[in-house]
């Protein structure tokens, strides 16, 4: 089971982003039992989930990134999405996408960098 991120880049404080993650090596069934999320990981800091959705598009969320991230799920392809609006700088990290308990193989993750 292999997740590959992607949509990952620079931008400036205020503006907004999307990642996206394909989750390979697993059939669809078996990803839709499962709450998937995103989970970011800071220099010097350890990994954090930030937000999850199960099949049925039910939602949570950070508190540090309620009210401006938003994730979705496309499931008959296995995709995973977080769109990022009103980024701040303390949004930078590489970002994953992984079940809810981390329980799959981590991918590359894609760095998402914001300046001031």
């Known amino acids: 089971v292999q997740p590959v991120e992607s949509g990952g880049g620079l931008v400036q404080a205020g503006g907004s982003l999307r990642v996206s993650c394909r989750v390979s090596?697993?059939?669809?069934?078996?990803?839709?039992?499962?709450?998937m999320g995103w989970w970011r990981q800071a220099p010097g800091k350890q990994r954090e989930l930030v937000a999850t959705s199960t099949r049925l598009s039910e939602t949570k969320y950070a508190d540090s990134v309620k009210g401006r991230f938003t994730i979705f799920r496309d499931n008959a392809n296995k995709k995973l999405h977080l769109q990022m609006n009103s980024l701040k700088p303390e949004d930078t990290a590489v970002y994953y996408c992984?079940?809810?308990?981390?329980?799959?193989?981590w991918g590359q993750g894609t760095q998402v960098t914001v300046s001031s």
């Open positions: 992984n079940s809810d308990t981390g329980e799959l193989s």
């Open positions: 090596g697993i059939i669809t069934s078996v990803f839709n039992s499962k709450i």
